[in-house]
């Protein structure tokens, strides 16, 4: 079995490419040859690594997947616009590399977004006369549109029936949540052809202990509140920022933000606006110090605007927080994460745009009201029960090696 994946983001860049690559690895470890076409990498910041500087192809092994990179333009992710150029790019570099990769595959997979993925791999496989595989991880321009980064036009309508049309396309589906998995039933698509894998967590997050962080940034006496991920557009930030104001009688609880994105100016403005002393943004983080952040933190925040397709969400980040054994407060209120955290000990939720909810709950934590290590060693039970990455994979490689 030959499989390509086709993908623009790949380690060693951050965040959820994780996924991909840690599923590649266990396909090679299951007998598959696997080929990943990808990207110079340069995100989330927009920096080349020295090694790939000035290439506009390169081929590297590692963990014996062969990578082909294709050059692209680098964009930060505070830069939406000089990214969607990279999209296009990458659109033509990823055709004509794929062009130097002799021999055949049995299977084409593409990820998307972006939504030049999909046009990548489907134009592959019939070249190829490969069987195609298509991983949604995000529902585009939908998603743009509710978020409110994309306006409806012309541009996003012609787009989601491109999208619409590429889907049928597919000889398979993968939604990365339920929810992306029935939007696919909704639309029409048969159920046999689609399937859920989730992203699942590695033994990384669920075995990690703190390594001296608290020491390190002089954290060692405060209650830490942690935000780890990008600080974009689909975040409702703000409200974590008007929560730290309520609480600034409380000085040894602090809220620490690690990322970056389009927000942090605008949330930086705010703490400096309000003249707040129990925040701090420490920008980008190494992969592999992420474990450490969570878990020496008091607790995990994440927050989602409020928008209908968010009840489908299930941000790949979530699996990192609950195998790290720390409690959870979720902006969010309802939908499949809020459902995945009730089934696993309880939800802590509050509504995205009221803070008043988000400084209760810590306050109740932190004053042992809610008792926070037993619903995090919950959370971490329900993930090593249910969402190991590698019991997600072994699914992954079934469907591949389906006839």
């Not at 990943?36 to 000035?54: F, H, M, Q, S, W």
């Not at 999209?87 to 130097?100: D, E, G, Y």
């Not at 979720?330 to 939908?335: E, L």
């Not at 499949?336 to 008043?356: I, N």
Request: charged content about 25%; overall charge positive.
């Amino acid at each position: 079995m030959r499989i390509l994946i086709i993908t623009q983001h790949f380690p060693p860049e951050r965040g959820a490419v994780r996924r991909l690559a840690e599923f590649a690895r266990f396909f090679v470890h299951e007998g598959i040859d696997v080929s990943v076409l990808t990207a110079i990498p340069n995100y989330p910041d927009g920096i080349i690594p020295e090694k790939y500087r000035g290439k506009l192809f390169y081929q590297e092994e590692v963990d014996g997947v062969k990578i082909y990179r294709s050059w692209v333009l680098p964009a930060s992710n505070r830069y939406p616009g000089k990214r969607m150029i990279g999209f296009v790019i990458f659109l033509v570099t990823a055709l004509i590399n794929s062009l130097r990769i002799s021999g055949k595959f049995d299977v084409v997979l593409a990820s998307s977004p972006p939504v030049t993925t999909p046009l990548i791999g489907w134009l592959v496989s019939k070249l190829r006369r490969a069987r195609f595989i298509l991983e949604i991880r995000d529902l585009q321009p939908e998603s743009s549109e509710e978020f409110g980064n994309l306006k409806p036009s012309l541009f996003t309508r012609t787009l989601k029936k491109f999208m619409h049309w590429i889907y049928r396309r597919a000889d398979h589906i993968v939604g990365v949540t339920d929810g992306i998995t029935n939007y696919m039933k909704k639309i029409g698509i048969p159920s046999n052809l689609v399937t859920t894998i989730k992203s699942g967590v590695g033994n990384e997050f669920m075995d990690a202990h703190s390594n001296g962080i608290r020491k390190k940034f002089g954290w060692e006496n405060k209650f830490l509140v942690l935000y780890a991920g990008t600080l974009g557009w689909a975040h409702s930030l703000e409200t974590v920022i008007e929560a730290a104001r309520h609480l600034v009688d409380q000085p040894d609880i602090y809220f620490v933000f690690a990322g970056d994105g389009q927000k942090r100016q605008a949330l930086e403005g705010m703490v400096r606006d309000y003249g707040l002393k129990n925040c701090c943004f420490i920008g980008l983080q190494s992969l592999e110090t992420i474990p450490y952040f969570l878990k020496t933190s008091d607790v995990l925040v994440e927050s989602l605007k409020e928008v209908p397709i968010t009840r489908g969400t299930f941000p790949a980040k979530l699996f990192e927080y609950m195998a790290s054994g720390r409690p959870i407060i979720f902006g969010s209120s309802g939908g499949e994460a809020v459902r995945e955290l009730e089934k696993a000990g309880g939800a802590l939720w509050f509504p995205a745009d009221q803070p008043e909810k988000l400084s209760e709950l810590i306050l109740k934590l932190k004053q042992g009201k809610i008792d926070g290590n037993r619903l995090g060693q919950q959370y971490h039970d329900h993930i090593a029960q249910y969402h190991v990455r590698n019991r997600w994979a072994q699914r992954y490689s079934d469907l591949i090696n389906q006839d």
